[in-house]
């Protein structure tokens, strides 16, 4: 590991629903952030194969339409590991990069048949090295993903510094955010669905606490993205063009955004970093360190049970 590295934000669109082509568009993305030098690529919250926006639109009481989205949501899973994983760990390896990408995860250890929201880290040797699975879902989304448990507050090595991550308003969680603090990390990748003002100020204070990097990543999925054979589609307002711009951006540990917010379009976003950065921050407010005070607070994370 060096200092100074650089480091991408794939706001990107997937085929919606689709895996093998949203795959096929994750390793393209992973070797062109490679190839413009980048050590570690974060991909937005459940880009394999797109966020279930249909959560917020459509009732609980409209079960057959409910039931026929969600046996298409369980059949573009991905089980880890599997052919999908493979893929994107291959091109991990030839691009020399660190991955972490969002993905609908099968529970294959026991039904097969529930999901979860997860983060899948590859280390650039195209090896799996962990993952996180979304804690608390969000309102609606509680219908589609379970909850998550703390053996998944982790950090990896990288290249460019030490990796972890939370899911959107999972970096709400004051507890949660300490957990991963407490792992070292370095860089926090914070995909997300969340693309509003509060949120962009909310990732600055978070490197600013933790003293660290932030990437926030946002699909930006727009009304074309969405084929016109699912109807919950007409269920948006007439005229709208987005259904979500993005925003993402890149944050360092005085909290200032150093790429993005870039918003309504697709692109990938690099940003310059140097480790040192985190010293000269924490040289006055380390929150897992000098200014921890364990001698008044005890902090711990429950084992899975």
């Not at 589609?233 to 259904?243: D, N, Q, V």
Request: hydrophobic share 40%; charged share 20%; aromatic share 8%.
């Amino acid at each position: 590991m060096i200092n100074k590295t650089k480091i991408a934000a794939a706001q990107l669109a997937p085929v919606f629903l689709n895996k093998e082509k949203t795959v096929e568009k994750a390793c393209k993305a992973i070797l062109e952030a490679g190839e413009n030098g980048a050590k570690v690529i974060v991909f937005p919250e459940v880009f394999i194969s797109g966020y279930p926006d249909w959560v917020w639109l459509i009732p609980n009481s409209k079960g057959a339409e409910l039931n026929e989205l969600y046996v298409k949501l369980v059949e573009n899973a991905v089980s880890i590991p599997d052919d999908s994983t493979a893929k994107l760990c291959n091109a991990a390896k030839k691009a020399q990069i660190s991955v972490v990408i969002g993905m609908h995860e099968r529970n294959t250890e026991s039904s097969g048949a529930s999901l979860f929201n997860t983060l899948l880290f590859i280390n650039e040797q195209g090896e799996i090295t962990g993952k996180h699975r979304k804690l608390m879902p969000t309102g609606g989304e509680r219908l589609i993903w379970s909850q998550g448990d703390g053996s998944t507050f982790q950090a990896y090595d990288t290249a460019a510094g030490k990796l972890a991550g939370l899911i959107c308003w999972e970096n709400y969680m004051p507890l949660a955010r300490n957990a991963v603090y407490e792992t070292g990390a370095q860089i926090l990748a914070a995909p997300t669905w969340d693309k509003s003002p509060n949120w962009q100020q909310s990732m600055q204070h978070v490197a600013r606490e933790g003293g660290l990097f932030v990437v926030s990543v946002c699909m930006a999925l727009s009304m074309d993205d969405i084929p016109d054979e699912y109807s919950f589609k007409k269920l948006y307002p007439e005229g709208r063009e987005w259904i979500n711009q993005g925003n993402s951006s890149i944050i360092n540990p005085k909290g200032q955004v150093i790429a993005g917010p870039l918003e309504a379009k697709e692109g990938i976003l690099y940003a310059d970093i140097d480790l040192n950065e985190i010293i000269e921050a924490k040289r006055m407010f380390d929150v897992v360190g000098h200014y921890s005070r364990p001698d008044v607070f005890n902090f711990s994370v429950k084992p899975m049970r």
